[in-house]
């Protein structure tokens, strides 16, 4: 997949493709719908797809204080749109500076005159340029009007909204889904499990202490989707994912600044220090909380871990069953 960072690191090769614009945080079903249509379309007209995004997201920018969780960190993004099969993505720097393009201006520099886009597919309610005053009809008019003065104009479609049952798949309805621990809902509006991922830091060493030694993520995000104790997989370690239980949290019982992301992994003993993880989350324990000892901390994870442990036992279980070949 080829990274375009921003209309200056543009070739003479990326211009002709099929586009679609837009956040795509934690590229769920809908999402995926968009990009085969997207894919379908660029077979038929022999042209690659590109997915325009854009970095910081643009409500970061404008309100950074009221700004949503991130369902995906940029790499985590990046990711999931290779296993879609996008070919190309580029991220535009939304600052101060595109903020203050004027829609018509846009539409010419990135759409017409930088991409070459010949079909363009973007959701119902998208908006973009200045004051957000560009829209559908904008798009549809100066399409048709490049292409009608001789130059390579594009065609544009409108993604209607992808639902299930009679619910839109949004990344609100993720988000909503995991603020309220409903991880089952979450995995069905994404299609796929809800993980994260991080490079494992240092930590404060305090989990050796009590006997449960945890390997500490960064989650590069200013607000979490995700607080409190789960029962978890986590893949990067080879082979078959390995079975934890994790805190994602403030750690209140310490006094600790910020929310970390920390994995203690079931009979495991080596050293993670710098090793890139996904952590999948598969069942919410409880809320975070504070204890008034190390001791009564001690024990209550003790209760998680054996909690966690027998749920991803009896779900593995269920799994091999499910799969089990009949003779």
């Not at 009590?210 to 590069?220: C, K, M, Q, S, Y």
């Not at 909380?289 to 054996?306: G, H, K, M, V, Y």
């Amino acid at each position: 997949m080829r990274l375009i960072r921003g209309l200056h690191n543009l070739r003479p090769g990326d211009r002709g493709c099929v586009a679609t614009i837009g956040n795509f945080d934690g590229v769920h079903l809908g999402h995926r719908a968009v990009f085969r249509r997207l894919l379908a379309r660029g077979r038929a007209l022999g042209l690659p797809a590109t997915v325009i995004t854009f970095e910081p997201q643009p409500m970061e920018f404008f309100a950074p204080d009221r700004t949503p969780a991130r369902l995906t960190r940029l790499r985590e993004k990046l990711k999931a749109l290779a296993d879609c099969g996008i070919a190309r993505v580029m991220i535009l720097e939304f600052g101060p500076r595109l903020a203050a393009v004027a829609p018509p201006d846009f539409v010419r520099r990135l759409l017409l005159e930088g991409l070459g886009v010949r079909y363009l597919l973007v959701g119902d309610d998208f908006r973009f340029g200045q004051g957000r005053g560009g829209d559908y009809a904008l798009l549809r008019s100066m399409g048709a009007a490049a292409g009608a003065a001789g130059a390579a104009g594009f065609e544009v479609e409108d993604q209607h909204t992808i639902t299930q049952g009679d619910e839109r798949i949004s990344s609100t309805r993720v988000r909503e889904a995991l603020a309220r621990g409903d991880l089952d809902q979450a995995r069905r509006l994404l299609g796929r499990p809800y993980r994260m991922q991080g490079r494992v830091g240092h930590g404060d060493r305090r989990g050796r202490t009590i006997g449960f030694p945890t390997a500490n993520l960064d989650l590069h995000r200013r607000v979490s989707p995700l607080r409190g104790v789960f029962a978890v997989r986590v893949h990067g370690l080879g082979g078959a994912p390995h079975p934890g239980v994790a805190n994602i949290g403030t750690r209140p019982t310490v006094g600790g600044q910020g929310c970390r992301l920390e994995v203690h992994l079931f009979d495991f003993d080596q050293d993670l220090y710098g090793r890139h993880l996904e952590v999948e989350f598969s069942l919410r324990l409880r809320d975070e909380q504070r204890f008034d000892s190390f001791e009564t901390l001690r024990r209550q994870i003790a209760l998680d871990a054996a909690a966690a442990r027998a749920f991803l036992a009896r779900t593995e279980a269920d799994a091999a069953d499910h799969w089990r070949p009949t003779l």
